[in-house]
């Protein structure tokens, strides 16, 4: 029903910038949030999230340095990230809380995941 593409991410240097995107297709009526998880060995963190309305909240380790944004239009998700650092080396996946059809309850739809290797 809902399908989700992420692009982005590879090799990144410490103190370089990656951007990863994250574009939602399929049965929509609507979208609310969207953000972005990482998960590194064993460990799934929430790492940012950004509302209908454009509100935006991060995980205190990445405040200051990577930005959550979205084109409604083009129901993508984008994950600026600045400064980069070895412990932002982990699979990023985004997320969607689509609701399908009007009296259905919304629910999260996940991409597929994307390495991101911050390494000298």
């Known amino acids: 029903q809902v399908q989700l593409v992420e692009s982005g991410g590879g090799l990144g240097q410490p103190g370089g910038s990656l951007r990863l995107s994250c574009t939602a297709s399929g049965t929509i009526f609507s979208i609310s949030d969207m953000g972005w998880y990482r998960q590194a060995l064993e460990q799934r963190e929430l790492v940012a999230t950004i509302t209908s309305g454009g509100i935006s909240n991060y995980t205190d380790s990445v405040k200051g340095r990577f930005t959550v944004s979205r084109d409604n239009a083009k129901r993508t998700v984008y994950l600026q990230m600045n400064s980069l650092k070895p412990e932002d080396t982990a699979v990023y996946y985004c997320?969607?809380?689509?609701?399908?059809?009007?009296?259905?309850?919304?629910?999260?739809?996940w991409g597929q995941g994307t390495q991101v290797t911050v390494s000298s």
């Open positions: 997320y969607v809380r689509v609701r399908v059809r009007l009296y259905m309850a919304p629910r999260d739809y």
